[in-house]
């Protein structure tokens, strides 16, 4: 499974954005995805998951909750992580990850496959 990113930049605080991550494959609905972030001399971070084969099921860190949404098309291969009302703690790298397997998954060490990365700055 390769993972492609997309979507950041540069964003005023209050402002909005849309992640999108491309998979390959034909089993994208089997996966469970995730979003992580990682700010300047800060550890890899989870932000939210949703589930795989066809659960839909969705968990989000404390911090973003109310303000970001992750989404999938399973037709576009395609998830989303829509955030809303940025603040300048949101800036980092964003990151997508995918598990094959039905449950969400809040760790880093439980994801097998990880994008390149889309800089999301926030300016305040």
């Known amino acids: 499974v390769q993972l492609v990113e997309s979507g950041g930049g540069l964003v005023q605080a209050g402002g909005s954005l849309r992640l999108s991550c491309a998979a390959s494959?034909?089993?994208?609905?089997?996966?469970?995805m995730g979003w992580f972030r990682q700010a300047p001399g800060k550890e890899r971070e989870f932000v939210a998951t949703?589930?795989?084969?066809?659960?839909?099921?969705?968990y989000y860190a404390e911090s973003v909750k109310g303000r970001f949404t992750i989404s999938r098309d399973n037709a576009k291969n395609t998830v989303y992580l829509q955030m809303n009302s940025l603040k300048a703690d949101d800036t980092a790298v964003y990151y997508c990850?995918?598990?094959?397997?039905?449950?969400?998954?809040?760790?880093?060490?439980?994801?097998?496959?990880w994008g390149q990365g889309t800089l999301v700055t926030v300016s305040s």
């Open positions: 990850a995918a598990v094959r397997q039905g449950l969400v998954q809040k760790v880093t060490t439980g994801y097998d496959y």
């Open positions: 494959g034909q089993t994208f609905k089997d996966y469970a």
């Open positions: 949703i589930s795989g084969r066809g659960g839909g099921n969705t």
